[in-house]
């Protein structure tokens, strides 16, 4: 290989490496709080996460209706969130939503029960989280 394809290759391998995280405009997630040791169903969990807001799956890509509540179950599952701000509404997107949840399990371990505040998932400010076994 030609220095300048080498030097190509490897300019372009950096920017892949961080243009990509950058790009996703990652949810941020704080006061993340792992409440049990015993990571709860992977299946049952992926479908209790879209009952929130009377169901965000399939096209539905954001919570509708603006609730100042909501709770997202399946089985044992539960996933509750409430806006940090009282009486405010929750605006959240299906991708800030599951980003939010990937950013917990990222600190807690795959499906850890967890509490966490994510930020800017309500009209006014940020909502807390939590998903746990009932
Ligand atoms: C809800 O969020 C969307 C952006 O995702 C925004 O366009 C809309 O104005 C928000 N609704 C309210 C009532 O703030």
Redesign the pocket.
């Known amino acids: 290989m030609q220095f300048a394809t080498i030097l190509y290759t490897l300019s372009m391998l950096l920017v892949c490496a961080f243009s990509a995280p950058l790009e996703r405009r990652q949810e941020t997630v704080s006061n993340v709080k792992c409440t049990s040791k015993t990571p709860l169903d992977f299946h049952t969990s992926n479908v209790a996460l879209l009952q929130i807001c009377g169901g965000i799956a399939g096209s539905i890509q954001?919570c509708q209706g603006?609730p100042t509540s909501t709770t997202g179950q399946s089985g044992n599952v539960r996933f509750t969130i409430t806006p940090v701000v009282e009486g405010d509404?929750i605006?959240i997107?299906k991708g800030r939503w599951e980003q939010g949840i990937k950013a917990a399990f990222a600190v807690c371990g795959q499906n850890i029960p967890f509490t966490a505040t994510f930020t800017g998932g309500a009209?006014k400010g940020d909502v807390n989280v939590v998903y746990e076994a009932v």
Request: hydrophobic share 35%; no cysteine; net charge positive.
């Open positions: 954001k603006l509404q605006n997107s009209v």
